[in-house]
């Protein structure tokens, strides 16, 4: 594909509701990463992805917050029993890199979560 | 604690100027440090990265232990360099992930 493919765009959603935003990473890219943008922050990083595995989850602000990724490709961000301070911009990101050698992250358009 | 810290959250320079956008960081091992650019309505980009000792878009930034910095400078800013720019810290201990500073607004001005 053209590159990192995140769905919706815009999301909004009324307090206490369930939301799933979706990544679609760049086909063959390993990694995948989750990062939360609060308006006017620079990105704070959730969860990390190799393959299917989650190898990192301590970013995630609570246990309201679960990502997966079953087939190692597609990956979900849903958040459950949604608050206003969940409102921010979720990118998502993916690169190539599978051991320690140094892969740029290739970053998604970013869902526009609004929490009313 | 792993931080950047990016002091300017605007910076306005005229077109022809020099541009110099602050990055410090906090890590006790050895760093890997990028800056990323987000142009109007587009998303995030690899600008640059310190391994890699290049120019692009006419932009540099050396890696300076001593100081934990990691500035990036442009000789003659141009209008398109207008954008949002992010430093980052990658490899935290061997984490993966990327650590970002806040951001600097920066406008060029005709």
């Known amino acids: 594909g053209a590159g990192v493919s995140q769905s919706p765009r815009y999301k909004v959603a009324k307090r206490g509701q369930d939301v799933a935003l979706r990544c679609d990473p760049i086909?063959?890219?390993?990694?995948l990463f989750w990062y939360q943008q609060a308006l006017g922050q620079g990105p704070e990083f959730l969860t990390y992805?190799?393959?299917?595995?989650?190898?990192?989850k301590s970013g995630l602000p609570s246990d309201r917050f679960f990502a997966e990724r079953p087939e190692g490709s597609v990956s979900t961000l849903k958040i459950q029993r949604t608050q206003q301070e969940d409102s921010a911009v979720y990118l998502c990101?993916?690169?190539?890199?599978?051991?320690?050698?140094?892969?740029?992250?290739?970053f998604g358009d970013g869902t526009r979560l609004s929490i009313l | 604690a792993q931080r950047v810290t990016q002091p300017e959250k605007l910076l306005s320079v005229f077109k022809g100027a020099p541009v110099e956008l602050k990055c410090n960081y906090s890590?006790?091992?050895?760093?890997?440090l990028f800056w990323y650019v987000q142009y109007s309505r587009q998303r995030l980009q690899l600008l640059l990265r310190?391994?890699s000792r290049e120019s692009i878009k006419g932009f540099t930034a050396d890696l300076n232990k001593g100081e934990t910095s990691f500035h990036l400078k442009k000789p003659f800013a141009q209008e398109e360099d207008s954008a949002m720019y992010y430093c980052a810290l990658h490899k935290i201990q061997g984490a993966q992930k990327l650590v970002f500073g806040q951001g600097t607004r920066l406008t060029i001005n005709p």
């Open positions: 992805f190799q393959n299917e595995a989650q190898l990192d």
């Open positions: 990101a993916s690169s190539l890199s599978r051991t320690e050698s140094n892969q740029p992250q290739h």
């Open positions: 086909s063959g890219h390993v990694s």
């Open positions: 310190h391994i």
């Open positions: 890590y006790s091992g050895s760093p890997e």
